[in-house]
């Protein structure tokens, strides 16, 4: 189980990282939104971005360095949390369609912070 756990920990954080640097760094400037489109503010992509972006860092660094494992397990946490947020948002603006993605990334944080859940309690 550990092995299994590592490896969607190591996928997870890949996903993350892309995501959150994006949208702290973008490269190319973003199109502006159709007219009936809602938006939510820059300010508001740049936190999202640098929670994905440190959450990734804790589902990873914790195990690598044996140091604090428990951040594992709330990095996965809240990173559950910031996919319920994606799951609501894709459905409202795109259908049902667009949510199951961020719903299967939020599955595998809610599996990851189960699976880890023995170091809350060191």
């Known amino acids: 189980m550990n092995i299994v756990l590592w490896i969607i920990q190591i996928l997870l954080a890949l996903l993350f ?40 860092l804790g589902l990873v660094l914790p195990g690598l360095f044996h140091r604090q494992q428990y951040l594992t397990v709330w990095a996965a946490i809240g990173l559950t949390i910031i996919m319920i947020g994606a799951v609501v948002v894709s459905v409202m603006t ?6 199951v993605l961020p719903l299967i990334a939020g599955l595998l944080c809610v599996f990851v912070a189960y699976g880890r859940r023995a170091y809350l309690t060191r």
């Open 94 to 99: 795109m259908g049902v369609a667009a949510g």
């Open 17 to 56: 990282l892309f995501a959150g640097v994006t949208k702290l760094l973008p490269i190319i400037p973003m199109p502006p939104p159709p007219p009936n489109m809602w938006m939510p503010p820059m300010w508001f992509l740049k936190f999202i971005g640098l929670c994905e972006f440190l959450g990734a």
